[in-house]
């Protein structure tokens, strides 16, 4: 019976070993030693095309989707990503964001945006653009709260924002009026 436990654990642990990915995938898109805040920023900023490959984004992990593999790439440690979408008439579901699929309506557009602890700090606060996607991209300290405001000819919008583990790193609910 010990035998048979025992090749049963190989053979689980052979078939899980074999689905493990290495920097070799990463290469073949041009991402191999980039951590997940130079890739998200480079197919932010453009300088890094998205070809053959999908990115989903988590709170503590970007993962990189190539064909049926995917690599997990570490977030940093004391920034939380979230891409925000501000919108007037149309948005979509969205908890974590998918940054090679997700489209908001107001796409190349400029607002001034706003970020305050609960403790009034200041934490961002100036003009920002939006990317070809509709999506403003932000990196926030991690495990505080804030009111996040965006404004924009006259319109307004602001939400409570938390960047604790495990928080959604898509922000689609903020209409502007």
């Not at 090749?7 to 030693?33: K, M, N, Q, R, Y």
């Not at 988590?58 to 990503?81: A, C, H, R, T």
């Not at 149309?90 to 706003?114: I, N, P, W």
Request: hydrophobic content about 40%; proline content about 2%.
């Amino acid at each position: 019976m010990k035998k048979l436990i025992l090749f049963a654990v190989i053979i689980i642990a052979t078939f899980t070993l074999s689905g493990c990915t290495t920097d070799s995938e990463l290469s073949s898109i041009g991402l191999d030693g980039m951590t997940g805040k130079e890739i998200l920023t480079g197919v932010g900023d453009g300088s890094i095309v998205v070809d053959g490959f999908g990115l989903s984004v988590y709170d503590n992990e970007l993962i990189v989707m190539i064909g049926d593999s995917k690599i997990s790439v570490d977030m940093p440690k004391d920034q939380f990503y979230l891409s925000v979408a501000p919108y007037i008439d149309s948005t979509h579901v969205c908890g974590f964001h998918s940054a090679t699929g997700c489209r908001g309506e107001l796409k190349q557009e400029s607002f001034y945006l706003e970020f305050v602890d609960l403790e009034g700090n200041v934490i961002l606060s100036g003009n920002v653009d939006s990317m070809t996607n509709g999506f403003i991209d932000l990196w926030l300290p991690r495990n505080i709260e804030g009111i996040l405001t965006i404004t924009q000819d006259g319109l307004s919008t602001s939400k409570l924002i938390s960047t604790a583990a495990g928080e959604p790193t898509c922000e689609t609910t903020m209409q502007l009026t």
